[in-house]
């Protein structure tokens, strides 16, 4: 049963309240469940407190993907996830007592009467490309006793057709197949290859998936039948529903099992969640093929698969290899969690959970492809990597949302970096692209890399052509890999010639910040401009020209004195919005470039200037972005807080950015927009940009 119209109540009541449940470090906006993909990204909404049983979860543009949970402990029902409604069939929810969240996990402990249940989502973060590429997420449920005696648990779980498509009048087809894995496929009966409907995919299969055991079971069919059988029996009749129908005629799901039998344990937790814990761990995850689409040439596109496939021959080899690899991948997760834990902490607690909140959601943006070469092999030295500009809008490896997302990447995985650029540089430096200055995209909508070969795509000449230099420079230094320089120096070098032409005294323009609108002479544009040039001339320093770096070298130190004049207001201590509006200001962010690169264009005096002035503009919530407006950017607010010179101000933005984000007056996956004073979003979510605020563990 679906229940919207009770689910909306559910969460509004909810949004009354602050949450019953201890939560660690805080309560987000949306917590994330299964979260790998553009395609793969489900959340559980909250507000003020949803508990894990209150509502269904959803995909990050808000639409239900119902998945549910229910045990049976000792013959008695209760729900643990999602909110379902059995007609005729009782059953007790379950109480939320704890939550917590790492970079890599979300982890509920719910009490079911005498037992407690342990569900945790991990969401991997791999070093190992393949693994990186995999587009599965898993949950594990556990159960121990509270009251010292033995209990009989069994644990269910279902998903529904919703994950396959937005639309839900559309028909699907399904199959279960039992081998060393008991695994549901789900796919629409008339795909469209490359298409979206609300950023959802509108090709390519679910799958849910447990390992094969003689005390799991499995069905498919109407949601309150296969949900009644569990409830009255414990067990499903391995049976499948073959009426193949409308993602809503009836609501078909798609069931899994498994009994846990006498589960013991004590009321002490045991926090590690060791394998004699008894147990289930199922996977999900939205697997299509190919993946993207890329174009070669005005006349050839080119389908490119996710890299998992070079290992892989089918969806359930790596179904099959993804559910035994738990162990590792738990292992490589808590590795990690420590890790940014152990880093970010140094800055301060409230920085670990921003950071930690903020991982999954960057990464899931982006899928890691290879190509087939003329043999029809893999090709592996053929590496691509592509981000899809999520909320704002879908466009393919936009350059500005790329860049504040580096930080990430320069922090976790270098090369990802390098492969993130790929794709940009290459069809450019083929000739296909029209002007002088950067892209700002790779194609208007994910997951079609067309190009704009009439180089009508959203103007953002600076702004662009200085990310695309500066990153570029940045990852060859982190990987020590100069190949790409060396390939592309044509293309580093006509966008610095533009740059010397346009950055120092910008013309009309957008820059990363289009939401606020074009604007001329804008300050913070020129400095990233400036640095831009700035990067060029070590980029030919690296690759054994050193005049043309000196000559570089000198153009962007004697724009920087001339800027200093344009950029000083006449009437306060700060730089200007842009040159001559001298009652203007904003977030000079573009000077983080200048400090991680190590370049010191800029003197110390600009730091403490700027500095010293946010001090005095700074809300309850952060710094606005600029004069214009009291709202601000989450990712330009901890590149500021990177740079500032005073350690109490940079604590005050961090700790304003974490008590905007707990709050409890938002409900979406981590919005990068928001109001300083008033705290709520103001518009984007899940976007791959928060990796931007790992900026202070890279300087």
Same mark, same amino acid.
């Given at each position: ?68 949970? &229910? ?38 402990? &719910? ?100 390992? +094969? ?22 067990? !499903? ?18 069931? &899994? ?38 174009? !070669? ?42 890790k940014v834990e152990m880093d970010a902490a140094k800055i301060s607690s409230d ?11 960057? !990464? ?56 993130l650029l790929e794709p940009l540089l290459r069809y450019q430096a083929s000739g296909?692209?029209? +002007? ?11 997951? %079609? ?17 200085? +990310? ?18 060396? %390939? ?30 074009? !604007? ?8 990233? =401009? ?11 320093? %690296? ?122 007056? +938002? ?11 008033? =705290? ?6 899940? %976007? ?12």
């Amino acid at each position: 049963m679906r229940c919207q119209l009770l689910c909306t109540a559910l969460f509004a009541l909810h949004a009354l309240a602050a949450p019953s449940w201890t939560a660690t470090p805080f309560n987000p906006p949306s917590i994330p469940l299964a979260v790998r993909t553009p395609y793969l990204s489900t959340w559980l909404p909250q507000g003020q407190g949803v508990a894990l049983n209150d509502a269904w979860p959803t995909f990050w543009a808000g639409q239900t993907v119902a998945w549910t949970g &229910l045990a049976k402990v000792d013959g008695q029902s209760y729900s643990f996830m999602g909110a379902a409604s059995v007609d005729g069939v009782s059953f007790i929810k379950a109480t939320q007592k704890t939550f917590n969240f790492t970079s890599t996990q979300s982890i509920f402990v &719910l009490s079911a009467g005498p037992v407690d249940l342990t569900v945790t989502f991990l969401s991997p973060v791999e070093s190992d490309l393949a693994k990186l590429s995999i587009p599965l997420s898993y949950m594990q449920v556990s159960a121990a006793s509270t009251d010292g005696a033995t209990h009989s648990v069994q644990i269910y779980s279902d998903v529904s057709a919703e994950w396959v498509s937005a639309v839900t009048s559309w028909e699907v087809q399904w199959t279960t197949t039992k081998t060393d894995i008991i695994s549901h496929e789900v796919h629409l009966v008339s795909p469209a290859k490359y298409e979206e409907v609300k950023d959802q995919s509108q090709y390519g299969s679910l799958h849910y998936s447990i390992l +094969n055991d003689p005390k799991a079971t499995y069905q498919t069919g109407q949601d309150a039948i296969v949900r009644g059988q569990f409830l009255n029996h414990g067990v !499903l009749k391995n049976t499948q529903d073959t009426f193949f129908r409308a993602i809503s005629d009836s609501w078909p799901v798609f069931g &899994l099992t498994k009994d846990l039998g006498n589960v013991g344990g004590s009321a002490k937790r045991d926090s590690q969640l060791k394998a004699s814990v008894p147990s289930v761990l199922f996977s999900i995850g939205h697997i299509r093929e190919p993946a993207i689409q890329y174009m !070669l040439s005005p006349t050839v596109n080119q389908d490119r698969s996710l890299y998992f496939w070079s290992r892989f021959n089918t969806a359930a080899d790596v179904i099959s290899f993804f559910l035994k690899d738990y162990a590792n991948a738990l292992t490589t997760a808590r590795t990690l969690d420590a890790k940014v834990e152990m880093d970010a902490a140094k800055i301060s607690s409230d920085y670990a959970g921003i950071v930690a909140l903020s991982i999954r959601q960057s !990464l899931a943006a982006s899928e890691l492809t290879i190509s087939k070469g003329a043999n029809g092999k893999w090709n592996t030295s053929d590496v691509m990597l592509f981000m899809k500009e999520i909320s704002s809008d879908g466009n393919m490896n936009t350059v500005d949302v790329v860049f504040p997302t580096t930080p990430i990447f320069l922090y976790l995985f270098p090369k990802l970096g390098q492969y993130l650029l790929e794709p940009l540089l290459r069809y450019q430096a083929s000739g296909q692209y029209p +002007n002088k200055w950067s892209i700002h995209d790779m194609g208007p909508h994910y997951p %079609r890399a067309s190009g704009h070969q009439d180089g009508l795509d959203e103007a953002m000449p600076v702004e662009e052509s200085g +990310n695309m230099l500066i990153m570029a420079l940045a990852f060859a230094r982190k990987t020590g890999d100069n190949s790409q320089l060396k %390939r592309y120096r044509e293309l580093f070098d006509q966008w610095t010639q533009f740059l010397i032409e346009d950055s120092l005294i910008p013309a009309g323009q957008l820059s990363t910040d289009d939401f606020a609108g074009p !604007l001329e002479n804008q300050t913070n544009l020129a400095i990233k =401009g400036i640095v831009g040039i700035g990067a060029m001339a070590e980029i030919a320093s %690296r690759l054994g020209d050193n005049a043309t770096a000196t000559n570089y070298s000198s153009i962007a130190k004697d724009y920087v004195q001339k800027w200093q004049v344009l950029a000083q207001s006449a009437t306060g201590p700060h730089l200007t919005l842009a040159y001559g509006q001298s009652a203007t200001w904003g977030l000079a962010y573009n000077l983080f470039g200048d400090v991680y690169l190590g370049l010191k264009l800029f003197p110390q005096s600009v730091y403490d200037m700027q500095t010293a002035w946010y001090k005095t503009v700074i809300n309850q919530y952060g710094i606005p972005l600029d004069t214009r407006h009291t709202y601000t950017k989450t990712d330009w607010s901890l590149w500021t807080a990177a740079i500032v010179t005073d350690q109490g101000l940079r604590t005050q933005i961090i700790t304003g950015l974490k008590d905007y984000v707990a709050n409890g007056l +938002n409900n979406v996956p981590f919005s990068d927009l928001y109001d300083t004073v008033t =705290g709520v979003s103001a518009g984007f979510q899940a %976007r791959p940009v928060s990796g931007g605020h790992l900026a202070l563990l890279i300087v």
